[in-house]
């Protein structure tokens, strides 16, 4: 099947068999290894993508479901050359040790931040309850999400 879908703001299309999951799609094919195969099974987060604005686990969603829709990677997040704001503070807040969840959590957080800009600790935590760290604990991430949002709202307020 031919698929036709845009990642990190690009245009692509593939030849795809019908039970192709997107994980192996975005990490053999289109090189985008950043999102990271933890489980296999929907239960770590670590394969979490951002599809039309909704977080998404990549080694649940068939390929052939992102047709004609918009996919965000980790890899999509920093822009000429600059981190994004979740990244930056991520480091600042050691919300990162082996790093190999963090391509999953920094994808719900942006999602969550898609839908919610000035986010409550509490919805913090729920959406990040599908997301599994072994390293750091999970406070310094929600902290570091906390962070974000509001460095996100002080350049939204000087663009105003």
């Not at 686990?57 to 918009?70: H, M, P, R, Y």
């Not at 919610?116 to 406070?139: A, F, I, K």
């Not at 999400?145 to 460095?151: C, F, N, S, T």
Request: glycine residues 12%; negative net charge; aromatic residues 4%.
């Amino acid at each position: 099947m031919r698929l036709k879908f845009r990642v990190n703001g690009r245009p692509v299309e593939v030849e795809v068999a019908p039970g192709r999951r997107l994980l192996d799609l975005l990490r053999e094919d289109l090189g985008l290894i950043g999102t990271k195969e933890g489980c296999g099974e929907g239960e770590c987060g670590a394969c979490t993508v951002v599809v039309d604005g909704e977080p998404r686990l990549s080694c649940l969603t068939l390929a052939v479901q992102v047709e004609g829709k918009d996919v965000i990677t980790v890899e999509g997040l920093a822009q000429g050359g600059e981190l994004h704001p979740l990244q930056e503070t991520f480091v600042e807040m050691a919300g990162v040790q082996c790093g190999f969840c963090t391509p999953g959590f920094l994808m719900a957080a942006y999602a969550l931040l898609l839908q919610q800009p000035n986010p409550t600790r509490e919805e913090v935590r729920e959406w990040l309850s599908g997301n599994l760290c072994r390293c750091t604990g999970y406070e310094q991430i929600v902290e570091a999400v906390l962070w974000a949002a509001r460095k996100m709202g002080d350049e939204r307020d000087k663009k105003s």
